[in-house]
């Protein structure tokens, strides 16, 4: 079954430092997402992405964030100059259109730690 | 207002038992809705999309009431895998691609 992979699985890092987080979504797929999970918290929507350039983004996908589909399979996420409060869960998901009720698949998730 | 509320639980039931959740959403005009099951530290898993029919699939039985604006998830029969939390996703009109997550309902189930 195909499914989302993402990489790394854990990364940790310094506050101020950049971080890029890998996603390679299902191969026949068109729309692209990242989410993010505080600790404890609930999934949070950040941006999704179609034919190479964002669709839709919520407020806390501001400047410090970007994303790139570099090449036809990859999906990343940029984080500059990362703060403790960005440490959280961060999903990948993809999807395609399937008679209106557009099912996400989500990867298994990269948790960033920043120090 | 949340957009999307539920009960944290956590709801503690046997073997067998049958378990309900409810879930309520803010926006009238809210087009898609979907049951997603996160186990600890692990990704959100499709559970079963919400038709407004109400549909099941095996021991799960989703219903929608739009006139209330609350979708519920019946869990009959419950085994030990079904223990972890029970996300409720919707997305409104015009905008399907974002997700909106309830910050989920959790099932113990004991033997």
């Known amino acids: 079954e195909p499914e989302v992979t993402q990489t790394p699985s854990h990364q940790v890092t310094q506050m101020g430092q950049e971080v890029i987080l890998r996603c390679v979504p299902i191969?026949?797929?068109?729309?692209f997402y990242w989410y993010r999970q505080i600790l404890g918290q609930k999934v949070e929507f950040l941006v999704s992405?179609?034919?190479?350039?964002?669709?839709?983004k919520s407020e806390i996908f501001d400047d410090q964030f970007s994303v790139e589909r570099p090449d036809g399979s990859n999906f990343t996420l940029k984080i500059r100059s990362t703060k403790l409060e960005d440490s959280a869960m961060y999903f990948c998901?993809?999807?395609?259109?399937?008679?209106?009720?557009?099912?996400?698949?989500f990867g298994p998730g990269t948790r960033l730690l920043v120090l | 207002r949340k957009e999307v509320e539920q009960d944290p639980g956590p709801f503690n039931v046997p073997e067998g038992a049958t378990v309900a959740f409810n879930c309520t959403y803010s926006?009238?005009?809210?087009?898609?809705f979907f049951w997603y099951r996160q186990d600890c530290r692990k990704e959100p898993k499709l559970l079963m999309s919400?038709?407004?029919s109400g549909n099941e699939d095996g021991r799960f039985t989703a219903q929608l009431n739009r006139a209330s604006q609350y979708i519920s998830l019946l869990i009959r029969d419950s085994k030990l895998s079904d223990s972890a939390t029970y996300l409720c996703?919707?997305?409104?009109?015009?905008?399907?691609?974002?997700?909106?997550f309830g910050s989920g309902t959790k099932l113990n189930v004991k033997p």
């Open positions: 191969s026949n797929h068109l729309y």
């Open positions: 926006n009238s005009a809210s087009q898609s």
């Open positions: 996703v919707v997305t409104n009109s015009g905008n399907f691609n974002k997700f909106y």
């Open positions: 998901a993809s999807s395609d259109i399937a008679g209106g009720q557009e099912t996400q698949y």
């Open positions: 992405f179609y034919n190479n350039e964002i669709s839709e």
């Open positions: 919400v038709y407004s």
